[in-house]
């Protein structure tokens, strides 16, 4: 052998742990399930399933925004109310099929995000934040303004439109459904879909080098500009993206309900203050945080359905306490305790021999 | 030819003129050591050469490009490479990781092609027992490594070194000495701020003192620590 040849590999890395793999055959027969869920339950529970899936499609968007690329958005509501009035004008006015005009809705509110960004890009930490909501509101007094679709009261989709919604017909004699309970399995099934892709998406992105990247300006904003990091371009990729998966979530939400108003689509409440809850609650910054606090959201608003405005109360309350003792959420917690991860994305540093570097303290890509 | 050059680089703070009217040049593959009091604007001189600040007056020309204006990230890009007086670590990335963020952007290499050379930087640094340990885990004296280490891992021309040394112990100290020279010895331009003078000593060519934001002297380093202005500055705080 020449001395001089190609130096051979002597370290690689892995990121795969036991605990993911188990999970991944774990996910796939789930998700599995989940397609066949409506065969067998009840039309509320998955009506109930269709609200959580969602929610969790908001909530790992505005986790990716806040949570890695550091912008704390509290006006994520805009790109839910513009893609479904999208949606709404897409399928009342120009006639289209609800189900291609979701996917344009989520185009909507792409576009939108390219002015909007262009505005609150220059805004800074609290700014920021104020101008997110402050687009959010203008944007709702103007679409309240467009007569058209129902003004500031709001408007339905036409009956017709529901109905002969692509594929209704045929669920509805597969599984010999009324049309309303096929319309619901199949937003139902789109809904999951679109958590998976979500969800798919932002794994992927985070073992690529963009979203090392990403997670360097999550932890540290002026190093990770020092070490060659494009923060700029990274955010608005990020901001662009999550607007679009966003908008698309809400324009299938408004085909499944089927009626819009402008105080309801454009609704701080549900669309961002519901979604920071859970994603604190579960745990920023981690994939699987979003997943556990959108299952305990969803326990604690049946749970305490009856109480009121207690409700509410009770929520915020736990939201500080979750803050105060443990700021990593509970998945955050949890993995502290067990350094279980489901959807890994460190980056271990393994000789070729096998020997391992022993890992220490919680793994938190 | 110099591989970097300040020309009549002023910043000022409000009313603090925290840089007057800097100009030095660094050949490539030479060494050179800043020293001065605390608060003379060694740290805002790094700042500016980095782009962290940004300059109100001058030119800074990197390679024979004027990069005065250009962003951290182009002029790291470039070959521009830093350490950070007080460590700023990518804290839940594993070390190792830490590594990864600056082969991947600040030398634009793929993860497979950056592994080796990361884990050989690691291995110099001392730091490979702890590579997958987050960096929220290790000592001070092991961050600062690491700002050595992920410095050296965005393959730069010139490497700034901002107090590395400080606060290590004897061994440790030389231990660190070796690396920048070996890295020195590779080709690389030093730029080095320090207060352990034996230190910077064994490792520079040239010296160059800062006081109140003024380039007080420039030279060899028997010839600097020889000046009478010298010793006064540095006699009140310096042992």
């Known amino acids: ?365 | 030819m110099p591989i970097l050059e300040l020309r009549n680089v002023s910043k000022t703070f409000g009313a603090l003129k925290v840089t007057q009217d800097v100009s030095f040049s660094l050949a490539a593959g030479e060494a050179l050591g800043i020293i001065g009091p605390n608060g003379a604007g060694k740290s805002t001189l790094f700042n500016l050469i980095t782009g962290n600040v940004a300059a109100d007056a001058g030119t800074i020309l990197f390679d024979d490009r004027d990069v005065t204006k250009a962003p951290p990230m182009q002029r790291c890009m470039a070959g521009v490479g830093r350490t950070f007086q007080i460590p700023q670590p990518f804290a839940k990335l594993t070390v190792f990781e830490n590594l990864l963020v600056a082969a991947g952007f600040g030398a634009a290499q793929t993860e497979r092609d950056a592994t080796d050379r990361c884990a050989e930087i690691l291995e110099d640094t001392g730091l490979v027992k702890r590579a997958n340990a987050p960096a929220s885990t290790l000592s001070l004296l092991q961050r600062k490594r690491l700002e050595l280490a992920r410095a050296l891992a965005t393959d730069p021309k010139v490497l700034l070194l901002d107090e590395i040394a400080g606060g290590l112990t004897e061994g440790e100290c030389e231990a660190l000495v070796e690396t920048i020279r070996a890295v020195h010895a590779r080709g690389v331009s030093i730029v080095w701020i320090e207060h352990v003078l034996h230190a910077l000593n064994s490792v520079v060519q040239r010296l160059l003192v800062l006081d109140f934001g003024k380039v007080i002297g420039i030279g060899a380093p028997e010839e600097i620590m020889g000046s009478t202005e010298v010793r006064e500055i540095y006699l009140g705080i310096k042992v």
């Open chain 1, 1 to 365: 052998m020449d001395a001089q040849g190609p130096p051979t590999r002597s370290w690689s890395i892995e990121t795969r742990t036991k605990a993911s793999r188990g999970f991944f055959i774990a996910v796939a027969f789930l998700v599995a399930l989940g397609f066949l869920a409506p065969l067998f339950l009840a039309r509320s529970t998955v009506q109930d399933l269709f609200f959580i899936l969602t929610m969790l499609v908001l909530a790992q968007c505005w986790n990716l925004l806040a949570g890695y690329a550091g912008l704390v958005s509290v006006g994520q509501q805009v790109f839910v109310g513009f893609g479904a009035y999208a949606m709404f004008a897409c399928v009342s006015l120009l006639g289209l099929d609800p189900i291609s005009a979701i996917f344009l809705g989520g185009l909507g509110a792409a576009l939108l995000s390219l002015p909007t960004g262009f505005f609150i890009f220059r805004l800074q930490g609290a700014y920021f934040a104020i101008g997110t909501w402050v687009v959010a509101e203008v944007v709702r007094l103007l679409l309240a303004q467009w007569r058209a679709l129902g003004g500031g009261t709001g408007t339905s989709l036409p009956n017709s439109a529901t109905r002969d919604m692509w594929a209704t017909q045929f669920v509805s004699e597969l599984f010999d459904m009324r049309p309303a309970q096929a319309m619901d399995v199949l937003t139902y099934w789109l809904a999951l879909v679109v958590a998976c892709l979500t969800t798919g998406f932002i794994y992927w992105l985070l073992r690529t080098r963009r979203g090392l990247g990403l997670a360097a300006l999550r932890d540290n904003q002026e190093a990770a500009r020092a070490v060659g990091v494009d923060a700029a371009r990274l955010k608005w990729a990020v901001y662009i993206c999550v607007s679009f998966v966003t908008g698309v979530c809400g324009a299938l939400i408004y085909v499944q309900k089927a009626r819009i108003s402008p105080d309801a689509a454009f609704s701080v409440v549900d669309w961002t203050a519901y979604v920071i809850f859970i994603v604190v609650i579960g745990g920023i910054g981690t994939l699987e945080g979003p997943i556990v606090g959108v299952i305990v959201f969803f326990l604690l608003q049946n749970a305490l359905a009856e109480y009121g405005s207690w409700y509410l109360l009770l929520l915020g309350a736990m939201g500080i306490i979750i803050m105060l003792f443990a700021p990593r959420g509970l998945w955050g917690l949890f993995t502290d305790r067990t350094g279980i991860q489901f959807f890994p994305v460190r980056r271990m540093l393994v000789r070729r021999d096998g020997h391992h570097s022993k890992v220490q303290g919680g793994p938190n890509g």
